[in-house]
T-cell receptor, first 112, second 117 residues
Framework: AQSVTQLDSQVPVFEEAPVELRCNYSSSVSVYLFWYVQYPNQGLQLLLK??????LVKGINGFEAEFNKSQTSFHLRKPSVHISDTAEYFCAVSQAGTALIFGKGTTLSVSS | DAGVTQSPTHLIKTRGQQVTLRCSPKSGHDTVSWYQQALGQGPQFIFQ???????QRGNFPDRFSGHQFPNYSSELNVNALLLGDSALYLCASSPGLFGGGRRETQYFGPGTRLLVL
């Protein structure tokens, strides 16, 4: 069975500071990895995904993530955050074409 | 290009009632998945439909059922509502072989917020 652990439930940062949101996964087979963002009272928006190939994946809004198979991690990073990045971030894992398994989410709070 | 759309946006029901939620997938997508997101939690997979059949199901009781129509739109039905069914219900679509994809990437709609009193 697959599972996802988001290691931080809340991450407060100041504007223009770098941020890393941590995600570890557990699976006995090859998986696909995703990060989604959810703004208040909205659905989920895809930030980036790892399907295969380069382990460094770039997404929208300046975010990137690195797939580390040996550590079963897929941490999300941004070098300089903005107030508008304040949102809930979800890491998810799936096998080909099947259900997404989500972590419990990390609340990113950016203040000035 | 319209994204995934869901209706209604909000709904209030009482315990024991039945509810139907609707979803239209993104253009070119033939696969629809439904998720339940309780307050403060990550989404939980309910089921996935393509070719008008339920292909995969999560750990939800039979009170949760669905349907996919020939135009790829989908409905989620919940019978005998419980207070614990209050949640945001998310629909996601993905491109299958028809859309040149492999269903691996799911795109979400805005959700329907259901409150059961």
């Amino acid at each position: 069975a697959q599972s996802v652990t988001q290691l931080d439930s809340q991450v407060p940062v100041f504007e223009e500071a770098p941020v890393e949101l941590r995600c570890n996964y557990s699976s006995s087979v090859s998986v696909y990895l995703f990060w989604y963002v959810q703004y208040p009272n909205q659905g989920l928006q895809l930030l980036l995904k790892y399907l295969s190939g380069s382990t460094l994946v770039k997404g929208i809004n300046g975010f990137e993530a690195e797939f580390n198979k040996s550590q079963t991690s897929f941490h999300l990073r941004k070098p300089s955050v903005h107030i508008s990045d304040t949102a809930e971030y979800f890491c998810a894992v799936s096998q080909a074409g099947t259900a997404l398994i989500f972590g419990k989410g990390t609340t990113l709070s950016v203040s000035s | 290009d319209a994204g995934v759309t869901q209706s209604p946006t909000h709904l209030i029901k009482t315990r024991g009632q039945q509810v139907t939620l609707r979803c239209s997938p993104k253009s070119g997508h033939d696969t629809v998945s439904w998720y339940q997101q309780a307050l403060g939690q990550g989404p939980q997979f309910i089921f996935q439909y393509y070719e008008e059949e339920e292909r995969q199901r999560g750990n939800f009781p039979d009170r949760f059922s669905g349907h996919q129509f020939p135009n790829y739109s989908s409905e989620l039905n919940v019978n005998a509502l419980l207070l614990g069914d209050s949640a945001l219900y998310l629909c996601a679509s993905s491109p299958g072989l028809f859309g040149g994809g492999r269903r691996e990437t799911q795109y979400f709609g805005p959700g329907t917020r259901l409150l059961v009193l």
